[in-house]
């Protein structure tokens, strides 16, 4: 777990939660999400504080608590309330200056701030898996685990409920249920780099032939 990535995601609204189970493992969280932190030192507010080399006159423009782990969510390393839902679409989006993964459940899609996954960065990423896990409330979390151990547990973004989100999405979507093809960008890329170009119409690359030349495909 890297703690300066956690650092660097609670620094943008200031919020430390530190969350102690009955057994005394400690989860740091913002609100937003919580990171295990198994098989660390006890820590307070000022120790983690420390850690996150916020220095000691900009402090108090933190918001911290200590509070024993949220009843609401199974936060046990196995969960009869939760679901593996495999890895993040291929499509992602950037909104507002943040990037976002979207899983799929069904007919349901979720989204993730992509910042969230950033201290898990250190895990091996063979054995992370992604499970939905529900609320006592008919909410829900993604689980995140490394093998059977849980490590984090991230809230999902509601984008959807931003206007001009849902309408430039709709406008996208309805933009290359139009344009099926690339058609127009071999054209261009033709005419501006030569006939050798040769455009994949499923990425938009340009490939080359079997003796590592570029070519066209007709």
Not at 48 to 61: A, E, G, M
Not at 71 to 94: N, R
Not at 116 to 142: I, M, Q, S, V
Request: a negative charge; proline letters at 4%.
């Amino acid at each position: 777990m890297k703690l300066k990535a956690i650092a660097s995601l609670f620094n943008a609204n200031k919020i430390l939660i530190i969350y102690t189970d009955k057994d005394g493992e400690q989860w740091l969280s913002n609100g937003a999400a919580a990171y295990s932190m198994r098989g660390m030192p006890h820590m307070t507010p000022e120790i983690v504080l420390r850690i996150f080399d916020v220095p000691p006159d900009k402090q108090s423009k933190w918001h911290t608590r200590e509070e024993a782990l949220p009843e609401a969510l199974d936060f046990s390393d196995i969960s009869e309330a939760e679901q593996e839902i495999g890895e993040p679409l291929k499509v992602g989006i950037m909104w507002r200056g943040n990037s976002y993964h979207f899983y799929k459940d069904g007919s349901k899609i979720y989204s993730f701030n992509v910042s969230y996954f950033k201290p898990l960065c250190d895990e091996d990423a063979e054995y992370l898996t992604f499970h939905k896990r529900e609320t006592k409330n008919g909410g829900f979390a993604l689980a995140v685990k490394v093998a059977l151990e849980l490590k984090a547990v991230i809230m999902p973004s509601f984008m959807h409920s931003d206007d001009v989100f849902t309408d430039e999405i709709k406008h996208i979507s309805q933009y290359f249920q139009k344009m099926k093809t690339l058609k127009n960008l071999a054209n261009a890329a033709e005419e501006v780099f030569g006939s050798d170009c040769n455009i994949n119409a499923d990425t938009g690359e340009v490939t080359e032939n079997e003796q590592g030349e570029l070519t066209h495909e007709e």
